[in-house]
């Protein structure tokens, strides 16, 4: 039987990476990757090189409603940065390598820091549809199932084969959020807790509800670990944060159901807080994105 190429493949990763730099006049020092209905995060970004995911050799491609499926290099408070208009998930079929696949094709091309985003479902009763929460630490359920993107051969060119994951989300980064959001009119639609992923792609249960609350966790969704890890195991500051689209359900006594067009609208009504939100994180922290770094 032949063995399946290694998604994180060097090789693979570096031909992606040198097809970026010839594309593009700067290379970026920030990613920014959108959650779910938080494509327009790229629509701030200073002269724009928009290239299709299609076109960028070995690069995964979106199958999701609501992700473009696009890099958006430029700039943002003059910090050289490339957005990802969509991300992908393990729901789609793909590896958690292949997700991730992307965080090492930056890194390769010079990226230092990751601003990571997503839409979540609400579980601490003290949220809101249109609260965000600052990640300060995350639930690795895949993980705990053994699809860890780091499982496998370790590539020392990128990091160590144990990292640790205890201070994941920069906290300097987590205290600047903190000031900004009372800036932007989010004060008390601001909250820092602990995020989990689940595989998806159904909404979860009212049991799995009531449980992943008991065991601390503030908000769910499908996406957003995998790539921190990568991030930390490849020396990149990261710092991110979760929309609450819609309230996970804990009773068994109500019609409610969530949907995916329901999450996409409820992104919308936030939208221009949430890009002032993001410009204002890139500005306040541009010292540690400079070139000369
Ligand atoms: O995590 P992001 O990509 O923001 O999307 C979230 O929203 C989708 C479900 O509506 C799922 O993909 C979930 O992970
Ligand atoms: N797992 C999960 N992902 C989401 N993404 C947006 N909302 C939700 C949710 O309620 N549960």
Redesign the pocket.
């Known amino acids: 039987m032949s063995k399946a190429r290694d998604e994180f493949n060097l090789e693979d990763l570096r031909e992606a990476a040198d097809y970026l730099a010839n594309r593009i006049s700067s290379k970026p020092k920030l990613l920014i990757i959108c959650g779910?209905g938080l494509g327009s995060l790229a629509d701030l970004v200073e002269n724009p090189v928009s290239i299709n995911y299609e076109e960028i050799p070995h690069f995964p491609v979106s199958t999701v409603q609501g992700h473009h499926g696009r890099l958006v290099f430029g700039t943002l408070s003059h910090v050289n940065v490339v957005c990802m208009q969509g991300r992908f998930h393990y729901f789609e079929g793909y590896s958690v390598r292949e997700i991730t696949k992307p965080i090492r094709i930056m890194k390769l091309l010079g990226v230092e820091g990751l601003f990571i985003t997503?839409?979540?479902?609400?579980l601490n009763p003290q949220y809101k549809v249109g609260d965000v929460m600052i990640l300060k630490d995350h639930f690795n359920f895949l993980s705990f199932g053994g699809e860890n993107p780091l499982r496998g051969p370790n590539d020392d060119n990128f990091g160590d084969r144990f990292i640790p994951t205890n201070k994941a989300y920069n906290k300097k980064l987590i205290s600047i959020a903190r000031d900004i959001a009372k800036q932007v009119g989010l004060k008390s639609n601001c909250h820092e807790g602990v995020y989990?992923?689940?595989s998806?792609p159904?909404?979860?249960t009212v049991a799995e509800?009531r449980a992943l609350l008991m065991l601390g966790v503030d908000?769910?969704?499908?996406?957003t670990v995998p790539e921190v890890i990568v991030a930390k195991h490849c020396g990149m500051t990261v710092f991110g944060f979760s929309f609450?689209?819609?309230?996970?359900i804990t009773s068994y006594d109500t019609d409610h159901e969530?949907n995916?067009g329901n999450?996409l609208d409820s992104v919308e009504s936030r939208s221009v807080q949430i890009q002032n939100f993001v410009i204002k994180m890139v500005e306040a922290s541009k010292d540690l994105w400079k070139s000369d770094r």
């Open positions: 779910t997503n839409s979540a479902g609400g989990a992923i689940v998806g159904n909404y979860e509800s908000a769910v969704g499908m996406s609450i689209t819609n309230l996970c969530p995916h999450i």
